[in-house]
């Protein structure tokens, strides 16, 4: 049984910064990636940003130098720090955890808004 818990979503103003967490639990699991995705009122479910275990990132263009994906391994902790935040960064944020066996576990979202 994995369970992945959000926290840190809320209401910013455009510009301003927010910081997600998640923490990926279960007996004898080992995540390889782990990272963001979020979903927007009419839009499909997209990728934001994802890191594996060795550090490698991968961003996605629309939040590259602004956002910024860290990871605690041994606590199954990953994190993403939003900065210069804009309403279209506005959407369901989901925190993903991949095993080595290439099973995908989902958390239950936390909604970020940025208004402007």
């Known amino acids: 049984q994995v369970q992945l818990v959000e926290s840190g979503g809320g209401l910013v103003q455009a510009g301003g910064s927010l910081r997600l967490s998640c923490v990926a639990s279960?007996?004898?699991?080992?995540?390889?990636?782990m990272g963001w995705y979020r979903q927007a009122p009419g839009k499909q479910r997209e990728l934001v940003a994802t890191?594996?275990?060795?550090?490698?990132?991968n961003y996605a263009d629309s939040v590259k130098g602004r956002f910024t994906i860290l990871r605690d391994n041994a606590k199954n902790t990953v994190f993403l720090q939003m900065n210069s935040l804009k309403p279209e960064d506005t959407a369901a944020y989901y925190c993903?955890?991949?095993?080595?066996?290439?099973?995908?576990?989902w958390g239950q979202g936390t909604q970020v808004t940025v208004s402007s």
């Open positions: 279960g007996n004898g699991f080992r995540f390889n990636a």
């Open positions: 993903n955890a991949e095993t080595y066996v290439s099973v995908n576990y």
């Open positions: 890191i594996n275990r060795g550090g490698r990132t």
